[in-house]
Structures are given as C-alpha cells and as structure tokens.
C-alpha cells in the first residue's frame, strides 16, 4: 500500500493539513517529513514539537548531507538567486526530500484555498506526481489556518509573530525590499551578513534592479524607508515552489 507523505514546513497551513490527512487515512499509512533548511527561527523546533504531539505521530527530520545550512550553499556556490530562483531551495529541501522518496507516494501539500490556481498550474506541470490538496478541498485560507493552530492551544511560531508573511528562513533572497528592511530591523547581524556576502560575490548579487538605469541593488545601497512588507507578495519557499521554478528554467 502506498504511502500518504505530508510536508510538514513548519508553518500553519502545512500543520492543518497534515492534521486533516491524519483523519482522513489510516495513521500507519502516513508519513510526515520536515526537511530542515538550517537557517530557519530557532522557535520552529519547538512549533514542531508541540505539532508532533498534536498530531500523536513521529515527524521525520529531513537534512542535507553536504551543507549545513543556506549560508553554506551560498559560499560553496558563490550564488545567491536569479529569475530562475535559489539554489538552497533545491539542495536543503528538494534533494533530501527526493532521496526518501518512493516512487508511488501520494504527497499531501499545504496548498490554502487562495492558492486554487497554484496548485492547478503545478498539478498540469507535474502530472506524474499524485498529490492532494487537502485545505483547498475543505475551502480553508491561510487566515483560518492560523486561527486553527491558535485554538489548538499550539502558539504560533516567532516568525509570524514578528508579522511576516511566512514561516521561512531568516533572510529569504526571494523578499522584496519591504521584507529586507524589516530583517534589518528584526535580525540586523542577518542584513549585515547578507550585505557583506553581496560584496564579496559583486554586484550581480543584487535582489531588485533600478527601472531607470537597471543596475542591481545592494543590501548595504538599500534605502531603509523603501518597500513596504505588508503590501509585497507572499515569499514561498518549498519543494513545489522549487520544482515550479525548475520547470521555468527548463522552458527558458
């Protein structure tokens, strides 16, 4: 029999639906996985014993073998991001996850209801693979999986409390300026570390391009009052959301 994978990310929506897949099958048949990118909040190991214990089953903990954390993918390959997008996604999640992968798992993906189109894009892209998207099909949004989490009596990991969009590593190379200012104020040793990694690796190494002159931005060139957090588009950072950016590459 096959097995049913959840990919537990350490954020509300990946625990609601993990939860919802825990009383839709039979428990021995599913397995729950956490890869660890090694740079994400401190608290998130406790978010993710407290949902170990909610969910009453084992989280398997998922870590690549060669690099420690994002800060050791950067170094070794003197890369940040491109259009195409990071390259820490693929080798801290993509590629452990796919070593404990079997070929006829049915992934369970934390995809909310406002993500419709989403998960219809990648469903076309990656017809091989059978997945379910169990807040979708229950009509849940990222709000109601916040408040589900809450009333479970779990407290929210740090990261949201601090107001950020998602449960990501602490200075995401895919945030907008908004984003980059706000780890500025929250994690300064993170924007200075970044400021002094561009330097090192030059200027293509910018986040964002100027629409005038299209010279990239550095970190440490970065106006503190430009961008506004609230107001830029979620950042995602998942095995999907790599195998989305793969397929642009591919068809580049």
Known sequence: MSRVVCRFSCGAASAVATKLTLRKYNPDRVVITYSDPGSEHEDNKRFLADCQRWFNHEIITLKSEKYEDTWAVWDASNFIV?????????LLKREPTYSFAEPDDILVFG???EERDRADR?????????????LIEAGLSKSDCLAMIERSGIELPRMYKLGYHN????????????????????FPEVFERMSVLQRRLGSGSGFWRERDSGLRIMLDDLDPSRGNHDEEPNVECSLFCHLAEQDAEDAA
């Open 122 to 134: 990648f469903r076309e892209q990656n017809f091989e693979i059978t997945f379910e998207t169990p």
């Open 82 to 90: 491109s259009q195409h997008g990071a390259a820490c996604t693929g």
């Open 111 to 113: 995809y909310t209801v």
């Open 167 to 186: 449960n990501n590593c602490i200075g995401c190379p895919k945030g907008g300026m908004g984003y980059w200012n706000k780890i500025r104020r929250d």
